[in-house]
């Protein structure tokens, strides 16, 4: 009787104490819970995590909902009311949502990314616009003669090596436009440098885009988005034309909230001009422009702004200071191609620029390739080795400290430049080129990471 009552008691004490220790544990495991931070799970910003992933599972959804829309719909109605559709989106968004915010990187105003709005379609156009461009041939005959002439015949064969996630799009497709604008806002960048033609003009084999620019601006605010302007070499540019073409940009454009000004070391803000092959023309004839003593000066006039030349020869970096510029751009994703596209010129071009108070904007890409036009340019083709590339023109330009890297390109699709999402795809004829090992939207994920990595690396510059 003495030991079952030894026992009774000793199976008691065990159970209470097993009971407390459990009790105890509990507690332990509630307190953590509370501290857990809200956005745990999501990874390291720098990497290629699933917050992004989910966000790009988004933009999809949203564009295939856009595709079927705009396919019930008639279409000569939304283009003659496009600009109507575009402004009364732009209004039922704004201010943007919080939701939206959330979703998407805040965007880089230092990262300026080259974006091009010459494609059309038979839906949108009437026909295809530079999806089918021609094959051009070398200047010299007798290589010439050994390739293959004609032009590309969409929407199986288009003028590209690549293959867009969205298929031969429209430049004027509103749902086309805000998808390319999500893609930017969730890659990071902050300003849109838009490929420009005066009204009336466009390249070779385009049609004029001037009246897309309210479309574009409108949705790009609604991304807190800005928009620049590329000015491409038209016809008879000069002093005179510039000084008008400035003028009515500004004029026309200068209002909108999308509308990018650059703060300058004064404090003034300005907008800020990029000029395609500048080189073309003399410095005598940009310095009546942009000198303050010139004949034609815009300089401390209501249309002052920033103008940035091309730089493509060493040369060049004397006549873009003599011609009263105010910065230079490399533009060419093509490492070694030019003097100024080869990485390891930029740390002089800097140091250039640095002391002439000139402005330095590297342009990085992910690579380049354009044998779907040119198709004797193999030696200019640069394999994007599975982003390496990439990253490595990020590396470099980072080095030299730069106030703004451009990008090219969004969608400069004939030359195989874009970070625009592309897709896996094989016809009869062609075997177009893909992002494998990686997604259609890996680009842009690296362009964020990199564009991140420029804020936290630029904090220290300051510092």
Known sequence: ILNYDIMARFRRRTCIILLLFILFICSIMMALKTLRPDR???????????????????????NKQNSLNRIQGDTVTRVSNLHSIAVNTMKASMPPVNKLEEELSSPNYNFHIFYY?????PQFDGKYIHWNHPLLPHWDPKIANNYPKGRHNPPEDIGANFYPELGSYSSKDPSVIEAHMKQMRSASTGVIVLSWYPPGMADENGEPTDDLVPVILDYAHKYNLKVTFHIEPYKDRDDRSMYHNVKYIIDKYGSHPAFYRHKTGTGRFLPMF??????VTIPEIWANL??????????????????????????????????????????FA???????????????LKAFCDSNNLMFIPSVGPGYIDTSIRPWNNHNTRNRVNGKYYETAFSAALLVRPEIIS?????????????????????????????????????????????????KEQEQWLM
């Open 274 to 279: 990029y000029v395609y092959d500048s080189y």
């Open 290 to 331: 942009l000198t303050v003593s010139g004949s034609q000066t815009i300089r401390n006039t209501p249309y002052d702004a920033l103008f940035i030349a091309l730089l493509v020869e060493e040369r060049h970096k004397h006549d873009i200071h003599r011609s009263g510029f105010d910065g230079m751009y490399t533009y």
């Open 407 to 455: 990008i090219t390109s969004f969608n400069e699709w004939h030359e195989g430049t874009q970070i625009e999402k592309a897709v896996p795809k094989r016809t009869g004829q062609v075997v177009y080129l893909d992002y494998k090992p990686h997604k259609p939207n890996v680009y842009l994920e690296l362009t964020q990471k990199w564009s991140e990595k420029y804020r």
């Open 40 to 62: 745990a799970g999501f990874g390291d910003p720098f990497g290629l995590g699933l917050l992004p992933e989910l966000q790009q599972r988004t933009v999809l959804l949203d």
């Open 117 to 121: 709005s010459w494609f059309g379609n």
């Open 334 to 348: 093509t490492n070694g191609f030019s003097y100024g596209s080869s990485h390891h010129n930029w740390p002089s």
